[in-house]
């Protein structure tokens, strides 16, 4: 099994929907920046997660959040109707997702010690 990782920033707010099956399934698409200055492109990929997962996630999933997410990939391809040029899309079946940004993991900044300073502990490392 082949794993796709990506790191973006979402295009629209997550939407869920249920299978026949009722198997909750959050949607969203991520942009992914490729290349620098005049040569930077987008390439978007669409994802899906299923199950509990994707219910307890989809209200984190909002425009502009930036995710990681690991899945298996699949590429599918189409003519457009319009102009008949090949056309292809990534899809993602997401099985790890990581928020990232927005304070998340918010801790206590912690005070430097002074010089000279014991450890609480009273074994400290002369060095």
């Known amino acids: 099994m082949s794993v796709m990782v990506i790191c973006g920033r979402l295009g629209r707010d997550a939407e869920l929907r249920r299978t026949q099956k009722g198997t909750?399934?959050?949607e969203f698409s991520i942009a992914d920046?490729?290349?620098y200055g005049d040569k930077r492109t987008t390439m978007w990929v669409k994802c899906a997660m299923f199950g509990e997962r994707a219910e307890k996630v989809h209200p984190h999933l909002t425009k502009g959040?930036?995710?990681?997410?690991?899945?298996?990939p699949s590429v599918e391809a189409w003519t457009d109707k319009k102009d008949g040029t090949a056309k292809a899309t990534i899809k993602l079946s997401v099985?790890?997702?990581k928020l990232h940004g927005g304070g998340e993991r918010?801790?206590?900044?912690?005070?430097?010690k002074p010089r000279g300073a014991q450890d609480d502990d009273g074994d400290s490392i002369p060095f």
């Open 24 to 26: 909750a399934v959050a």
């Open 33 to 35: 920046d490729v290349g």
């Open 65 to 72: 959040k930036l995710v990681e997410v690991h899945g298996q």
């Open 95 to 97: 099985h790890e997702l």
């Open 106 to 112: 918010q801790t206590e900044p912690t005070r430097p």
